[in-house]
Each structure stands twice: as C-alpha cells, then as structure tokens.
C-alpha cells in the first residue's frame, strides 16, 4: 500500500481512501487483469496481483476527473481513446521515475576509466554514440554528459558526443529538458561538477548549464517497440533499473534487441538489482551489472 492510500478502520478492509478522505473506486480481479495485460503488452510493466492498491491510487484522480463509476468504464475509455492522450497519461501514472545523480556510482568510475579511453582510442569517426534508454527524469544522461565533458576537455569540440536519451513518460522527459534540480538532488556530486556544470537559482534550485543540455537530445520511446528504428549501432547502452518491472519474457527480449543495437565491442549497463542470469545472450559479463557484445 502506498503513503498516499489511507484505510479508515471502520471501513471495509477493501475500501480505501485518499488524503483528502474521498472514498477511491475499488477494482475488481477482472478489470485488475484487463488492464495489467493492456499496461503488459504496450509498456511490458508486469504488475503483480499485489499492485492493485497501487494501481488504483495512481488511478483514482483520473476516474474521479472523467466522472467515470468503475475501472471498467475507465478501460472502455482507454482503449477507444484515438487520441493517444489517455494511453500518455496512464503511463505517466503508472510508471515509477525514481532516479538521483550519481545513482550506481560505481557504472560511472567504470565507463570514465575504462570506456572512454577505450572509445577514445578506437572510434576511427570521433563519433560517440550512447544511449540512456529509460532516463527518466534526466540525471543519468546528464552525468554521463559531464563526465565525457571533463574527460575529453578541449579535444571534445573535434568529437560528437551527443546522447541519446529516451523514456516512456512524457512528463519526466519535460523534467529531464528543462534540467532545473534541487540543491538536495545535486549533492552527491563533485563540488567542481556544480560549479562548472550549474547554474544557481535562487536559494534551493540549480539548472544544468545550456552546454551541457545541448549534449543531450531527448525523445520519447517506448522499449516495447518490436524494432528499434536507429540507423547506427550505439557504442553504449545504458538502461539501469527498467527491467526489474518485466517478466523474463519482455527482458529477453529487450536484452537481444539491445544486443542488436550495439556494435561489436559495445557496453550494456543495467542496474545492480537486474541480472542477464537465465537469459541467453551474447553478452560477456564484465562487472556487476555491466556487459559488453
């Protein structure tokens, strides 16, 4: 049960209410199902049975806005919505954009000391091609951008080091663009990090420089997508902590689709709570959580 789905004692045991003290819509098994294998198949979330009361307090400002009296009038509307807008915010609603600088600190000394000089030394075009897929609210790709900032320092203006960033979710990608965090977001990075890389605004706020931001293009994707539409293969691929809300069906298959998008020599990090165990691959296991083709 989530912080934000209180139970009133006197109610029953599955009633549930908001803050605000409105009873919330429950949901029954069959529309539960319904709509876990429509979240599956489009977005390849796997939400188990005990997500249900999660499920419905991400939901229940939606059914109360549309004035909808169940999750199945609620469904009807999601899937005869032509639009997109209804399919845009469910998973807005539904995905999880927890994320901080400098996450898995030990994925970033690896690709600083060990990728780089490596890419450095064998990328023949001076094109660096990595790939944040599930980036959230933008704090991956934009250390990573510092990182290979600091590396190549005044070499990087003969370099495109450009990344890719992408997610599911509209919303954090508006965050991600506009690279505005809080001072509390901020301090697990290097003091020199915030003073080159940000700007200071205010008491509390800071911005990613514009330099910095410009090394960062944004686009909204979806993992599920049965082929992946790049032209070149990436020399990285980050995609940390997205794969624990699969089932190792959809990871098998996003792990060969990402295996097919790498060129030989490439890197895969995950996150340290994912493993590629049981799943068969052509990846060589290098570190926890780190791969390579």
């Known amino acids: 049960m989530t912080a934000s789905i209180v139970e009133r004692a006197a109610a029953s045991p599955h009633t549930y209410f908001n803050k605000a003290g409105s ?72 995905s999880t954009n927890h994320t901080f600088f400098m996450r898995e600190p030990g994925h970033y000394f690896f690709f600083r000391d060990e990728v780089l000089p490596f890419l450095k030394e064998h990328s023949k075009d001076r094109d660096l091609r990595i790939w944040s897929a599930g980036c959230s609210t933008g704090e991956e790709p934009y250390t990573l951008a ?12 003969s370099w495109d080091t450009k990344i890719l960033a992408t997610d599911i979710s509209e919303e954090a990608l508006e965050t991600a663009k506009a690279g505005i965090y809080k001072k509390d977001n901020i301090s697990r990075l290097p ?41 070149k293969k990436f020399h990285v691929i980050f995609c940390r902590n997205v794969m624990i809300y699969f089932d190792q069906r959809t990871k098998a298959g996003l792990v060969q689709k990402f295996y097919n998008s790498l060129i030989r020599g490439g890197y895969l990090f995950i996150g340290h709570s994912e493993s590629l165990s049981g799943i068969h691959s052509g990846f060589k296991y290098i570190m926890p959580a780190v791969y390579r083709k």
Do not use: C
Not at 26 to 38: G, P, Q, V
Not at 146 to 157: A, C, H
Not at 196 to 206: A, H, R, S, V
């Open 23 to 94: 009873e919330m819509i429950k949901i029954t098994e069959k529309e539960f199902t319904k709509l876990a294998k429509y979240i599956q198949e489009h977005y390849g979330i796997f939400l188990k049975r005990e997500k249900k009361q999660l499920l419905i307090g991400r939901l229940h400002l939606e059914l109360q806005k549309y004035g909808f009296k169940s999750f199945s009038e609620y469904y009807q509307y999601l899937i005869s919505d032509k639009s997109g807008r209804a399919a845009e915010t469910l998973i807005n609603k539904v």
């Open 146 to 157: 510092m990182i290979i900032d600091e590396f190549f320092g005044k070499e990087k203006l």
């Open 191 to 231: 003091a020199i990090w915030v003073l080159n890389y940000f700007t200071k605004l205010g008491q509390e706020d800071y911005e990613i420089k514009g330099r910095i931001k410009k090394e960062v293009i944004y686009r909204r994707f979806n993992l599920m997508e049965r082929q992946f539409p790049f032209r």
